[in-house]
């Protein structure tokens, strides 16, 4: 299931489209490859997507929503897992050859047809609300530190420790699963300096604690600032109605976050359904939007690493978001929780 409404090409893409984009970061396979045989790196990142499946069932065999839900986490399980087999033995079948857009929209095919439309629900709602409570604290942090600079990039470090917070990395979902995460820490704890290199990522501490304040910030500086969310649930990521009743809970009376008014931030529904973005397909709504903004922020891994890494806009923009998954960091050359801040000027002619 996608959007209800027509999807548009993002209107700050380099044109032509057709010549100057391609949503995918790391190539798969390339036209010399037999098209009917498996690519050492199709069949990698294949493999990826089929560890994590045990993480998926688990989530929706536990969703309220869906009756019988143990035995429709089962058959997801058991159609994905051989949707991924029969690619390995035919790149072309399924829609392919697969990418990670291909693999995600299947994944999510499979859930939605089974009923699941949301099995991360539960798990957003708790880490929303103990990410609320602490938004103030962080705020606070932040305003307290005098030089611009070193308040800015704290609030950069801020982002790159909510963007830990994603359940469709099979190593982290393990780990927050003992123990949950601790923003503060994970700020202390980023992998150190040099880094190898706003569509909205994940709920919780990306959005609340590490988006928000740093487009608090922007806005205390005069620009205005549209958050694009997507319209509907996939893995831990933040949707539009979610991000909406958010900022609703976190704004007082007089329309202010933290003293900082929100009449200049609009928040968009992207059109999009997955962890991953193809900016050939947004909603209108975000298109019009967008049509004259000055600078363009893709956050995390899904939508500013694994796609639109070599994007290139009309206006300046930046990507930035973790390297979470082993694949991703070894096709950068770079570690495992590297943190990716590629800043791209547009040259005035």
Known sequence: ??????????????????????????????????????????ISWIDLFYNSIPSFKKRAESDPSVSDAATKAEKFAQRYGDILEDLKKDPESHGGPPDCILLCRLREQVLRELGFTDIFKKVKDEENAKAISLFGDVVRLNDAIEDEGKRLENLVRGIFAGNIFDLGSAQLAEVFSKDGMSFLASCQNLVPRPWVIIFVDNSGADIILGILPFARELLRRGSQVVLAANELPSINDVTYPELVEIISKLKDEEGHLMGVSISNLLIANSGNDLPVIDLTRVSQELAYLASDADFVILEGMGRGIETNLYAQFKCDSLKIGMVKHPEVAQFLGGRLYDCVFKYNEVSSL
């Open 1 to 42: 299931m996608e959007s209800a409404s027509e999807l548009v090409e993002f209107p700050l893409l380099q044109t032509p489209i057709e010549a100057n984009y391609r949503a995918c970061t790391i190539p798969y396979r390339f036209p010399s490859d037999n098209p009917r045989k498996p690519t050492p790196t199709e």
